[in-house]
């Protein structure tokens, strides 16, 4: 019995701040986020199972009202991107566990650095599509949210909501632009957020933004340092050359 108290107290674990307070497991929910950033900047396989946590974590956050937060407000994009979050993050896990063994199989032992896939530009029709994608999914959204309840302003909801879904998404394919998409949700989610009084989410929204186009800039560097992936094909010497004139 004590044990089980003990874990609700975890659960609850709450720290009065500035009249406010800050829910401790939104701050963890928080730094797993950030340490799956980090490790997707660094094209590592690992950033999708430790994203996964993070996104459980957060899941009961934003839905407070099914877990004893009566007096913090529900935010359904932003619980309904931790689920997305978690079926996209298991779609990008296996399609870079794939391109990580196909890079492998391609590269000596000595060239290889761990990296899962070599970043590539959306190119213009996936960029129209982002575009599209972001504008039609928010209005299409917005009146559904609405009326299940959401935040005002509802249509900032559905934004980050739609905007993570593309990112991560761009993040699985392995394109440059999803930095960018982050950008754009930050922008929205950061006031958002504090409106809200999701002070630990929205700070770590701050910090994104930053990072988000630091990531940008690394991975276009890297686009224009990987070595192009296709094989060289060597002529057989079996096969031999004849002279037409013979």
């Known amino acids: 019995m004590d044990f089980m108290r003990?874990?609700?107290?975890?659960?609850?674990?709450?720290i009065p701040v500035a009249g406010g307070g800050l829910?401790?497991?939104?701050?963890f929910g928080n730094i797993f986020g950030l340490a799956s950033a980090l490790g997707g900047m660094r094209r590592k396989v690992w950033a999708w199972p430790v994203g996964i946590i993070g996104n459980v974590i957060?899941?009961?956050v934003f839905l407070s009202g099914l877990f004893?937060?009566?007096?913090?407000?529900?935010?359904?994009?932003q619980a309904g991107r931790q689920v997305m979050f978690?079926?996209?993050?298991v779609y990008g896990w296996v399609q870079w566990r794939r391109a990580r063994a196909e890079r492998a199989g391609r590269e000596n032992a000595s060239e290889q650095d761990g990296t899962a896939i070599a970043p590539q530009w959306a190119g213009i029709p996936a960029r129209i599509g982002i575009v599209a994608t972001m504008v039609i999914g928010t209005v299409a959204l917005t009146p559904l949210f609405a009326a299940l309840g959401s935040y005002?302003?509802?249509w900032a909801d559905a934004w980050t909501f739609v905007g993570s879904l593309v990112a991560t998404y761009g993040m699985a394919r392995g394109w440059v632009e999803f930095w960018l998409v982050w950008v754009a949700v930050d922008v929205v989610g950061v006031p958002l957020l504090f409106s809200a009084g999701y002070y630990a989410s929205a700070f770590m929204y701050?910090?994104?933004?930053?990072f988000t186009l630091i990531g940008f800039f690394v991975w276009m560097r890297a686009k224009t340092h990987e070595k192009p992936e296709v094989e060289t094909v060597m002529p057989d010497p079996t096969v031999r050359v004849h002279d037409s004139a013979r």
């Open 86 to 89: 978690i079926a996209v993050s």
């Open 58 to 60: 957060l899941l009961t």
């Open 6 to 14: 003990w874990l609700v107290d975890i659960f609850n674990w709450y």
């Open 152 to 154: 005002e302003p509802v």
């Open 68 to 77: 004893g937060g009566a007096d913090t407000a529900t935010l359904l994009g």
């Open 206 to 210: 701050m910090f994104y933004g930053a």
């Open 23 to 27: 829910l401790m497991r939104e701050v």
